[in-house]
């Protein structure tokens, strides 16, 4: 009877009696399957940055080629093209990596946020807010993003930089990256000469007119209206802008 019993335990599957041995065996066995795709994974992303950066070359390839043919595409149409092509990304993006020092790379920064905010910047009235600015140069570096925090430091160089954009803020906090050659003295000539066109201006109409956001269209009218040139009326149906007699009288 005893060698039946123990021939029967001998017979048993070892799933069975493998207690706590076989759990951390499974786990372990789990871990390196995990591992292994992470691994994989990021095989698959590096294949994407290097096929990322190919397609740029390649957009450049392809409007550089359409530009040069004649007679078949009009100019305009080339230009549009070009555009559409050339927003895939920044060509070959700075890095921390690629520079030698800290101040290297913010310097480098800044000038490829510059030079790539600049047209954008210029169609928008001289003005654009810092997260609208922030989310356009991240959208086209692609892969290669920018933290908050470097974004920034690398704004407050542009000044020091001679650059045709500047960082500024505004009293009321409300940071912006603005065109060198727009002065304040443009600034308010441009909505005074609304104003006057118009005899009264909401932040909405501003917005409108200049293609920039409501926030800064705010922002350019509470400037004005700081330095006496225009007078508000706030009432149920809104906030209204009207020419400052008083000042101009003087």
Do not use: W
């Amino acid at each position: 009877t005893v060698i039946l019993i123990v021939n029967i335990l001998l017979q048993v599957p070892t799933t069975f009696r493998s207690g706590i041995v076989g759990i951390e065996r499974r786990l372990q066995e789990k871990v390196e399957n995990n591992s292994s795709n992470i691994n994989i994974a990021f095989q698959d992303m590096q294949n994407l940055i290097d096929m990322a950066k190919d397609m740029v070359q390649l957009a450049n390839v392809m409007s550089n080629k359409i530009k040069d043919r004649q007679g078949d595409i009009s100019e305009d149409e080339t230009v549009k093209f070009k555009s559409y092509l050339l927003s895939l990304g920044i060509d070959d993006p700075v890095t921390r990596n690629s520079c030698s020092s800290n101040d290297v790379f913010y310097h480098q920064l800044a000038k490829e946020i510059a030079s790539f905010l600049l047209k954008a910047i210029s169609d928008t009235g001289g003005l654009m807010a810092m997260s609208d600015a922030y989310c356009r140069v991240n959208r086209a570096r692609g892969l290669e993003l920018l933290s908050p925090e470097d974004f920034f430091k690398a704004c407050n160089y542009m000044e020091k930089l001679k650059l045709p954009i500047i960082c500024r803020k505004f009293d009321s906090g409300v940071l912006v990256l603005q065109l060198q050659s727009k002065t304040d003295f443009l600034l308010e000539k441009e909505v005074s000469r609304l104003l006057q066109a118009r005899d009264k201006l909401t932040a909405l109409e501003v917005s409108q007119e200049f293609q920039i956001s409501i926030v800064l269209a705010q922002e350019r009218l509470y400037f004005m209206e700081r330095n006496g040139l225009i007078c508000r009326d706030d009432t149920v149906r809104g906030l209204v802008f009207y020419p400052n007699l008083f000042s101009s009288s003087s």
